[in-house]
């Protein structure tokens, strides 16, 4: 039986595999996996890793020095891999689709929240406090959603944004015109996205291309109501730029579930120590801006499709006859 060590490890990952593992010995390790926590995994066959874990040259030389053979990652994005490097030595495997919907419900949860001040009222309210003075929002049906990239998780958030009753304009260097056609949505470029949106929600993959897609520049083209949403990545933003906006006026608020700066911080509780890191801290703070801990994927058809396809990818990849759920190559999963 294969020994698997798996990193950044919380209760509700462990109770999705537990449920579904029968074939490998699974050690659980809160600790991000680091060059200084990569020897946990002595004597294992994999490694099971997540969106803010290290693996880097340094993790991989290591991981390889103690006969690592597969890096299995519980997620879409693969950013935080240096995938060239690894595969050199070993298998890079991910879990390319899970729950597209969860993503793009979470996406117009933020908006929603954001638009209708539901998390003022909330707060009110618990105080007793009913009062609707500044709760104003807007009809979405109408507006203009802006949507940058198109695959399924973006896809499930235009099938809701047209849904509202919204106009949707979408963004992605590989455009799916003819679907575009069928449900009613058009296709612009980047800056028509920005200069023509009521709300814009990013769905693209993390690359050189996307890297601080929300910069200076797009912000200056933005209208002055706008929304942002990220839940995809955080260096899809521009950090300081996106507060330099909000603390402006530049634009009217912004819903993330990611931040660029996430890794030490989000899936922690914190709340006890003194967080250093001064533009979150801002962020936090203002009224039209909600944070959540980089949790829409977080759904229990999520969790179980992770696992599902997860374990599946390890079989196959130790020869135990499975039937993968993603595409597979012999030393790559992209």
Do not use: W
């Not at 260097?173 to 003819?178: M, Q, T, V």
């Not at 006026?249 to 996430?262: F, H, P, S």
């Amino acid at each position: 039986m294969e020994e698997i060590a798996f990193f950044d490890a919380k209760p509700y990952d462990i109770e999705s595999f537990d449920k579904l593992n029968k074939d490998y010995k699974i050690n659980y390790y809160e600790d991000k996996l680091t060059p200084r926590t990569a020897r946990l995994a002595a004597g294992c066959a994999a490694v099971c890793a997540f969106v803010n874990d290290t693996v880097d040259r340094e993790v991989i030389d290591l991981l390889t020095g103690m006969g690592v053979k597969a890096i299995v990652m519980r997620c879409a994005g693969y950013n935080n891999v240096d995938v060239r490097y690894a595969e050199r030595t070993m298998a890079v495997l991910r879990v390319p689709a899970y729950s597209p919907y969860a993503v793009a419900e979470h996406a117009m949860a933020l908006l929603l929240m954001l638009n209708r001040k539901i998390h003022k009222a909330y707060l009110r309210t618990r105080d007793f406090n009913f009062s609707i003075v500044n709760l104003t929002g807007f009809d979405l049906h109408g507006k203009t959603a802006g949507v940058i990239g198109t695959g399924k998780i973006g896809q499930a958030f235009i099938d809701i944004c047209l849904g509202f009753g919204m106009r949707v304009i979408a963004y992605d260097p590989y455009p799916n015109e003819k679907l575009a056609e069928e449900k009613g949505y058009r296709y612009g470029d980047r800056t028509a996205v920005f200069s023509e949106s009521d709300i814009i929600s990013l769905h693209c993959p993390l690359t050189s291309d996307t890297k601080y897609i929300i910069n200076h520049e797009s912000l200056r083209l933005m209208k002055k109501d706008c929304i942002v949403i990220n839940t995809s990545r955080g260096k899809l933003i521009d950090s300081d730029e996106l507060l330099k906006a909000l603390r402006e006026k530049r634009i009217g608020g912004a819903g993330l579930d990611v931040y660029e700066e996430e890794s030490d911080i989000f899936y922690e509780d914190c709340s006890a120590d003194i967080i250093t890191d001064d533009t979150l801290s801002l962020l936090v703070s203002m009224p039209n801006v909600i944070i959540t801990s980089h949790q829409a994927y977080l759904t229990k058809e999520a969790l179980n499709n992770i696992a599902e396809v997860t374990l599946s990818n390890l079989d196959e990849f130790f020869g135990k006859g499975a039937d993968p759920k993603g595409k597979y190559t012999n030393s790559v999963l992209l």
